[in-house]
């Protein structure tokens, strides 16, 4: 029973967490169950929580068996219906018996709670349920009652699946792994929470990023041969700007990805540079992470990526402790920086869930339904969610004081680290993002960044808009002019995305540099390393 108690620990924690519910996991001491095991139980049993709620309500589960909270009810019930071993405790253990007691009555009401929803069987129920279905009618539910009938447009965040070309193709993808989807041409056909179809096998290809398709929310290929085998990756759309942004190509000699891990970004500069096929091989990709333990991670996806050859992995590596003058930093030509930052515009849906937890309350509601026939059924008016998010960001309701200092702080470091790639003697390009919303993570560094004695001395510019890639150029959201301090044509320069919008991407911020490679370096002393001054 360890295992359950040990997933309604997290599950029940009301105090604020500064670290996401999965490092918060596996990053636990003393633990008696596996870390997989405690998250792929809190994960499944919040996707199937609406319906489990309703279970264990009406089949007054917790006004029976009073030992039992609404979160340990809610997980034993889970795994008494749908896991395939049924409840991990041995079968003599006394919460064992005592929620099998109540088996016929939780079949019953499960079978019940299926049949509302309209479904034939438990397979198409759960398809509804894992294609994210189940949560966004209980979403539009709750905001009809607090709107008089009244739903809002609502936006689902897709599963983006970037094509790993180095494996694979578009067409050969399509004909294959995606065989029976249907193409549409509108992202909104995808992830629009009203639209009729939105459950169905649909895909997108996007009309901004090569070999980039969305799929409906909590869309589940990640136990399919071609993710296993690294022909698929998993990558938000967004995420994809930065290499596409730096357009690599064989003039730009050796690239490095500044802050690597875990190599989402990486793969795709690797996948974009077999561009030049011809000449693939001459020129390495160096991917810096100073985190050993992200390192491994690195490492390990640029193997399944097929991408090892080109990519070389600087394990324990601090960026700033590079020499840019010294081999073989001297003949870099490209830089991808994508460093740390608040992480206020992450939307994470593998780890992002809302669990809805039963109630004695609504248990003995059902008993005076049962004597008064004539009264509708009470339900809350408010579930009652329990906010587990993976990525906590910095909160607008904190102390504003610490969120400056924090920001300042981060800005420092972001700011000092595209500085520093600036100092690269061959380098021609860079790339500089964020998953932040906050100006003085993104705008307010690019200009103090084009403000730098450094900037000025060797030439470094912003890339414009009209000279960007092509579908970098089309993109709508740009920079934000007033944090530009009213230049539009810097602002036009940066790339943003909102969460939550119909263009289904993360909250986000990207832009580029550019200077003359031929341009002569002048005046420039020996590099020494970077002081804690240096800005």
């Known amino acids: 029973m360890s295992l359950y108690y040990e997933a309604v620990s997290f599950i029940e924690s009301s105090t604020p967490q500064a670290n996401s519910l999965k490092s918060r996991i596996y990053n636990a001491k003393n633990l008696k169950s ?8 809190v994960s499944e049993a919040s996707k199937w929580s609406p319906i489990l709620k309703e279970v264990v309500e009406k089949s007054q589960l917790l006004l029976h068996e009073r030992k039992l909270s609404p979160a340990l009810g809610l997980l034993l019930v889970h795994d008494l219906l749908l896991a395939k071993r049924g409840i991990a405790a041995p079968a003599s253990h006394p919460l064992r018996l005592a929620v099998e007691r109540h088996k016929a009555r939780a079949q ?3 079978t019940k709670s299926r049949l509302r929803r309209g479904f034939s069987s438990v ?12 949560e966004a009618d209980v979403t539009k ?17 897709p599963r983006w699946v970037r094509i790993n070309t180095l494996k694979t193709n578009l067409v050969e993808q399509l004909v294959t792994t995606f065989v029976g989807y249907q193409a549409v041409e509108r992202l909104e056909e995808v992830i629009d929470d009203n639209h009729p179809d939105q459950a169905s096998k649909l895909l997108h290809i996007d009309l901004h990023v090569p070999d980039l398709i969305a799929l409906p929310p909590l869309t589940d290929f990640s136990t399919s041969p071609a993710y296993k085998n690294g022909l698929l990756i998993f990558q938000d759309k967004a995420s994809c700007f930065p290499a596409y942004l ?3 190509n064989i003039e730009d000699g050796d690239i490095v990805d500044a802050c690597a891990a875990p190599g989402n970004k990486t793969t795709h500069l690797a996948a974009l540079r077999q561009r030049s096929q011809s000449e693939y091989g001459q020129y390495k990709i160096w991917a810096c992470e100073r985190d050993t333990a992200r390192a491994a991670v690195l490492r390990k996806m640029v193997t399944i990526a097929g991408a090892e050859e080109v990519v070389t992995v600087k394990v324990g590596q601090d960026f700033l402790r590079l020499d840019p003058e010294s081999e073989p930093w001297c003949s870099v030509g490209a830089l991808l920086l994508d460093p740390s930052c608040s992480g206020s515009g992450i939307i994470d849906r593998d780890n992002t869930m809302s ?8 248990s003995a509601a059902q008993t005076t339904q049962s004597k008064k026939r004539k009264r509708k059924p009470t339900q809350d008016k408010v579930p009652r969610n329990i906010d587990t998010s993976e990525e906590i960001p910095v909160s607008t309701t904190d102390n504003q004081d610490a969120l400056r200092t924090r920001l300042q702080s981060l800005s420092t470091f972001q700011t000092k680290l595209l500085l520093h790639a600036f100092r690269f003697p061959q380098s021609r390009k860079v790339t500089y993002s964020t998953c932040s919303l906050y100006a003085e993570e993104n705008e307010l560094v690019v200009r103090a960044a084009l403000q730098s004695p450094i900037a000025k001395e060797q030439g470094w510019k912003i890339l414009l808009r009209d000279k960007q890639a092509d579908g970098m150029k089309r993109w709508e959201i740009r920079g934000d002019v007033a944090a530009c301090d009213g230049d539009v044509e810097i602002a036009e320069a940066c790339i943003r995305c909102n969460k939550g919008t119909k263009e289904g991407t993360q909250g986000f911020f990207v832009a580029a540099f550019v200077r003359d490679r031929d341009r002569k370096v002048a005046n420039e002393d020996e590099w020494g390393g970077l002081s804690d001054s240096d800005s």
């Open 123 to 134: 397979d198409t129920l759960r398809q509804h349920v894992y294609q994210g279905r189940e």
């Open 34 to 41: 596996t870390p997989a095991q405690i998250f792929a139980l």
């Open 355 to 362: 669990i809805m937890l039963p109630s004695k309350e609504a």
């Open 246 to 248: 730096l357009d690599p």
């Open 108 to 110: 019953a009401e499960f």
């Open 141 to 157: 539910q709750t905001q009809k009652d607090f709107r008089n009938g009244i739903t809002p447009h609502q936006w689902s965040h």
